[in-house]
């Protein structure tokens, strides 16, 4: 009897690979290092990042990049692996100086940020329920530990527990989702959930609607999806910076991806039975965000509140349905990498100046920080235009963008609950730009504290970058259209 061994194309899954092999030999080389060698390992960590990244572009566009129907290496996967490894090359950058003088054990702080950024990408290329689900759990294992790694700060342990508990809960939901999507239709492969949907001549059997709103809550979970965003505050505000930094935008990233994978590849055909549910929660999300974010006090849970408020702006895109919804999603999340990571880095460079990791949280430690740091200040300004969606910056044609699809797939009323938000969400991030620029501190001695180098490389380049994608977003936009294209199969 003749044994048929299959083939694998490791081609499809080569970033994931590198970045796992990364990871593994991030946890090896740390067992030699002598504890003031440690800062080594954010650069093993960058270098394996970078040639993901660079293999992640250099297979744009090849045809064979499929792994036995439950990864694709698609371009839309590709693009999506570019946003997930630049917003882990810049959070390495900023935690070069921050995990060591947090205290943070580096070497299970580096690993676990490269298995945490293994699991976002494997989200994006999975075309199977359960390979999608095994993205998960591998992102969220990482992440859970993460949020808790600073135990000298209780606010740590705090926001890593509350974040476990929901996100066992999430994941049941998730899970039985799948389940009621398999019994329905006897598959878990995306493509032949597609097949099974265009069958159906339009109708929505109830089985696969209640399967998918259990999805969306799953998902929404991971994307901070109002009501689904209890755990947001408190673990954006209780972990490591760096660490907020980084699963603010991955997290986001592999959500989304995964959720339109499920939603609009596989139940394109049915979108018109699910399109409110996905409006109501997004124009529900920015709301609340928005209005949460009014009251902080401290600049990092503000982001924490604006960061749900985006998440209600990304869905948009989604709600449309149609290309150019998607293409904006894409370009948006790439924007969203740069001017995101940047805000909790001027938080990372503040927490020095102050000497309190926590009082660089505040808008006291920003105060003044114009007189003291010019540079950090300007890049900070910079990043809240962006936020607010100020032209020229990338913010603006971000949600241009999103706000436009709306309107071309006839949710006007959703673009006009979008313009609103943006409006209220001015005040505060223009807040934190006048504690910056126009008061005084208290006290007024200057801070001998100088901002280590690897953050002004990163600071510097997300600065630019959201000018430059404001000013020119021709590049970016055409690889997003292309990744949109390929995501609905041409």
């Not at 954006?236 to 980084?246: K, Q």
């Not at 913010?395 to 209220?424: C, H, R």
Request: charged residues 10%; contains cysteine.
């Amino acid at each position: 009897m003749e044994i048929s061994i299959p083939t694998f194309n490791f081609i499809a899954i080569a970033p994931e690979i590198v970045v796992l092999v990364t990871a593994l030999l991030v946890m090896v080389v740390d067992l030699f290092l002598a504890r003031e060698q440690k800062h080594r390992l954010a650069w093993l960590s960058l270098v394996g990042v970078l040639a993901a990244g660079a293999l992640s572009y250099a297979i744009w566009h090849r045809s064979d990049t499929q792994l036995q129907d439950m990864l694709v290496a698609d371009n839309y996967a590709l693009f999506l692996h570019m946003v997930i490894l630049i917003a882990a090359a810049l959070a390495i950058l900023f935690s070069v100086d921050y995990a060591d003088r947090t205290g943070l054990a580096q070497g299970e702080y580096y690993t676990l940020l490269l298995l945490s950024a293994t699991g976002m990408m494997l989200m994006v290329s999975a075309v199977n329920l359960m390979t999608i689900f095994l993205g998960v759990e591998i992102l969220s294992l990482a992440l859970y530990i993460l949020v808790g790694l600073n135990r000298a700060e209780q606010r740590s342990a705090e926001g890593a527990l509350k974040y476990l508990l929901l996100g066992a809960f999430a994941s049941g939901f998730l899970l039985y989702g799948m389940a009621l999507f398999y019994g329905q239709a006897g598959t878990t492969s995306l493509s032949a959930l597609r097949d099974y949907a265009l069958s159906l001549g339009g109708e929505f059997p109830p089985l696969l609607l209640v399967g998918l709103g259990l999805m969306i809550i799953g998902f929404g979970f991971k994307v901070a999806l109002v009501p689904f965003h209890m755990w947001t505050p408190d673990a954006y505000e209780g972990a490591p910076t760096s660490v907020t930094a980084f699963m603010s935008v991955g997290a986001k990233t592999a959500g989304f991806a995964a959720l339109g994978r499920v939603a609009l590849y596989a139940l394109g055909d049915l979108h018109g039975d699910w399109v409110w549910l996905l409006a109501a929660l997004s124009a529900l999300t920015m709301t609340v965000g928005n209005l949460a974010a009014l009251r902080q006090t401290s600049v990092k849970r503000m982001l924490a509140y604006s960061s749900i408020a985006h998440a209600g702006y990304i869905s948009v895109g989604l709600a449309a349905g149609n290309q150019l919804g998607i293409s904006a999603l894409l370009f948006y999340l790439f924007a969203y990498t740069f001017m995101n990571v940047g805000a909790f880095a001027i938080l990372i460079a503040a927490g020095r100046l102050e000497g309190s990791a926590r009082q660089g949280e505040t808008l006291g430690g920003l105060t003044g920080l114009y007189r003291r740091k010019p540079g950090l200040a300007v890049a900070m300004a910079f990043f809240m235009l962006s936020l607010a969606g100020v032209p020229p910056l990338a913010g603006f044609l971000a949600k241009l963008y999103v706000f436009g699809a709306a309107v071309e797939a006839g949710l006007v009323w959703l673009a006009v609950i979008g313009v609103i938000n943006s409006v209220i969400s001015a005040y505060y991030y223009l807040r934190v730009v006048a504690v910056m620029f126009m008061q005084e501190r208290e006290r007024a001695e200057d801070t001998p504290a100088t901002v280590c180098p690897a953050v002004q490389v990163g600071l510097g380049v997300s600065a630019a970058a959201i000018v430059v994608l404001g000013l020119w977003p021709a590049p970016i936009l055409d690889l997003a259209r292309q990744a949109a294209v390929a995501f609905f199969g041409g």
